[in-house]
């Protein structure tokens, strides 16, 4: 089945730590993205990426990183420079831009 | 700058009792609309896109409507399922997909 795959689905990490989220898509869609939701508030975009190689600072970039070496992957580091990293992050994809986005099931990070 | 404003925060309706979400947005040029629903602790789900104004889809007891201001997603004679919440996104010229706060709709039995 194609989807959108993000994993672990619960994360837990210690202040100081850096700590990756991994987003996989067998969709062949070029375009994708990361999101931080946080309790009553909408989507908010990290990074996204248009294309392999290439990637953008969305509107809380701050505190991310990300890479996009393969067409499939996206993964994303949320380092010990971000200061409020507990939240629920998610990952999408899209065939293009302007078409519409299938999100991940997410991945619930815990900063103890 | 992009923004999107959803309304309201919270719905709660009886079973059968039709009404309507609105997603207001602020583009420099709008490109598409799309309407997602969000079940608890899951990844949104896609429902509509919306290219411009006068423009109408539907799918089952949905309706999703657009002008140039903003767009109304109807509900029909809702049932307890559709409880969930609703988001709107908006894509401009920026090429990010910019989403609203969502609007949380319960529907009782």
């Known amino acids: 089945d194609g989807g959108i795959t993000q994993s672990p689905k619960y994360l837990f990490r210690k202040e100081g730590q850096n700590v990756t989220l991994s987003c996989e898509q067998n969709?062949?869609?070029?375009?994708m993205y990361w999101y931080r939701q946080d309790p009553g508030q909408g989507l908010r975009l990290i990074y996204y990426?248009?294309?392999?190689?290439?990637?953008q600072k969305g509107d809380i970039a701050e505190g991310y990183s990300v890479s996009r070496e393969k067409k499939e992957s996206f993964p994303l580091t949320v380092t010990s420079a971000q200061k409020n990293p507990t939240a629920f992050y998610l990952c999408?994809?899209?065939?293009?831009?302007?078409?519409?986005?299938?999100f991940g099931q997410g991945t619930r990070l815990t900063v103890v | 700058e992009d923004q999107v404003t959803q309304s309201p925060e919270a719905l709660r309706l009886q079973e059968g009792e039709s009404s309507s979400l609105n997603c207001s947005y602020t583009?420099?040029?709008?490109?598409?609309l799309f309407w997602y629903r969000q079940d608890p602790g899951k990844g949104p789900e896609f429902l509509f896109t919306?290219?411009?104004a006068g423009e109408e889809k539907e799918k089952e007891r949905l309706k999703a409507t657009l002008t140039k201001k903003e767009s109304f997603l109807h509900i029909t004679a809702p049932k307890p399922e559709d409880s969930a919440t609703y988001l709107c996104?908006?894509?401009?010229?920026?090429?990010?997909?910019?989403f609203g706060q969502g609007t949380t709709l319960q529907v009782k039995p």
């Open positions: 583009v420099s040029g709008l490109r598409g």
């Open positions: 996104a908006v894509d401009g010229n920026t090429g990010k997909l910019i």
């Open positions: 999408a994809s899209s065939i293009r831009r302007l078409s519409e986005a299938f």
């Open positions: 969709l062949n869609h070029d375009a």
């Open positions: 919306l290219y411009s």
């Open positions: 990426s248009q294309i392999v190689n290439d990637f």
